[in-house]
């Protein structure tokens, strides 16, 4: 049996994943899982999986859980050295599925046990891409993409030689405003921002994709994963979310990914890697789509895409803040301190006023550093958010 460990257990990419792993039980054993606030989905899943131990990422919620799951004989714990503790356990293939750059430091001790990381938390690559890819050579770890995006480059690779690839072409929904009027943008509410027009997601995400700050963190870790110079990734608008990823070559061809919006694919070619097994997704009807549509990802709707290749550009810690000031200008929209269009502008600020301090973006690249960047920006960006505040009132 397999050893597994999914991190991130009660988001839709946990729910996906042990809903492909809940159809072969007989062929893993779930050694752990994780969650944050919805303790009673994290009991009913361990109570379904059977794990070792089941971890909230809020120390609060400890009592909740352990009530939850009494008479189980299932071990209850929670908070960060929690989560820690439980990516040391011994696991064959772990899914880090928990958002944002709290998914790091289980990824990379993961990694460290000699583990398959199935990634899709994308902040790791991210703010850290050097040392996960340096943790997986050292341990006889694997890092396998689950972003549906990254999974889709990784297949149309797969026997290719990478030095024959001229671009890559990275496809976006567009997010809820793809078809708003750009002056509109700035009065854009979080209610609004977080009503996806393709698919169910989790708040943050989902607003992230209509600022199109998620495609920014994708062609940064395209970067990380596969060694793309930064002037060969490329991002299109693809309303129908069916074709996911392009990869062309030096003879002219493009290779496409397409496939229906279903996570379960990216997961289950990670799940299965390096086999390719059946799985319980849709069959798509070409004749049924009729068509496909492409438009132009331009960086005035979308200028997160302009900053992410800046700090392709800048390399070194760059992508360390920008994910921590894109997390807190985030924060700062859904507080209603700022609006839809100025988080790209918080960001922006947050990156220009590190860059100028000698010793920080290019500092040796740690943990240590990383984890300091990642604190250093998120402060930068609560005083960008106080002086715009400031100045609007």
């Given amino acids: 049996?397999?050893?597994?460990?999914?991190?991130?257990?009660?988001?839709?990419?946990?729910?996906?994943?042990?809903?492909?792993?809940?159809?072969?039980?007989?062929?893993?054993?779930?050694?752990?899982?994780?969650g944050g606030r919805?303790?009673?989905?994290?009991?009913?899943?361990?109570?379904?999986?059977?794990?070792?131990?089941?971890?909230?990422?809020?120390?609060?919620?400890?009592?909740?859980?352990?009530?939850?799951?009494?008479?189980?004989?299932?071990?209850?714990?929670?908070?960060?050295?929690?989560l820690i503790e439980a990516a040391t356990r011994p696991a064959d293939w772990v899914m880090s599925a928990i958002v944002g750059a709290a998914g790091l430091a289980p990824g990379l001790r993961a990694l460290e046990q000699g583990a398959t990381l199935a990634l899709a938390n994308k902040e790791s690559m991210v703010a850290a891409g050097k040392l996960m890819l340096q943790k997986a050579s050292k341990h006889g770890g694997r890092i396998l993409p689950v972003d549906s995006e990254h999974s889709a480059v990784f297949q149309a690779l797969i026997g290719e030689n990478i030095a024959s690839v001229e671009r890559v072409i990275i496809t976006a929904s567009g997010g809820a405003f793809r078809d708003w009027p750009l002056e509109k943008l700035a009065a854009a509410t979080p209610e609004q921002a977080a009503t996806h027009p393709n698919w169910d997601m989790g708040q943050r995400i989902?607003?992230?994709?209509?600022?199109?700050?998620?495609?920014?963190?994708?062609?940064?870790?395209?970067?990380?994963?596969?060694?793309?110079?930064?002037?060969n990734i490329e991002t299109v608008v693809h309303p129908e979310s069916l074709i996911h990823a392009l990869v062309g070559y030096n003879d002219g061809a493009l290779m496409a990914h397409v496939g229906p919006p279903d996570m379960r694919h990216a997961i289950g070619f990670a799940l299965h890697w390096p086999e390719r097994r059946s799985l319980p997704v849709e069959r798509l009807d070409l004749t049924a789509i009729g068509s496909l549509s492409f438009r132009?990802?331009?960086?005035?709707?979308?200028?997160?895409?302009?900053?992410?290749?800046?700090?392709?550009?800048?390399?070194?810690?760059?992508?360390?803040?920008f994910n921590a000031a894109k997390e807190q200008?985030?924060?700062?929209?859904?507080?209603?301190?700022?609006?839809?269009?100025?988080?790209?502008?918080?960001?922006?600020?947050?990156?220009?006023?590190i860059s100028a301090r000698p010793g920080h973006i290019h500092a040796e690249f740690t943990l240590d550093n990383v984890n300091r960047l990642d604190h250093l920006a998120r402060d930068t960006a609560r005083g960008a958010i106080k002086r715009l505040m400031d100045r609007k009132n």
């Fill in 1 to 34: 049996m397999r050893r597994i460990s999914v991190f991130g257990a009660t988001g839709s990419i946990g729910q996906s994943t042990l809903d492909l792993i809940g159809r072969a039980p007989d062929s893993y054993h779930v050694v752990a899982l994780t």
């Fill in 329 to 353: 200008a985030l924060d700062g929209f859904l507080a209603r301190q700022i609006g839809f269009m100025d988080m790209a502008g918080i960001v922006e600020d947050v990156l220009s006023e």
């Fill in 206 to 231: 989902t607003i992230d994709s209509a600022s199109m700050f998620n495609k920014a963190l994708e062609l940064i870790e395209t970067r990380e994963f596969f060694g793309i110079s930064p002037e």
């Fill in 296 to 321: 132009v990802a331009c960086d005035q709707r979308y200028p997160a895409l302009r900053l992410a290749r800046e700090v392709m550009r800048e390399g070194g810690l760059s992508g360390a803040v």
């Fill in 38 to 82: 919805n303790i009673a989905l994290l009991a009913e899943q361990a109570r379904q999986h059977r794990p070792e131990i089941a971890v909230t990422a809020d120390p609060d919620r400890l009592t909740d859980l352990r009530d939850a799951l009494a008479g189980s004989g299932i071990e209850a714990a929670a908070g960060e050295g929690a």
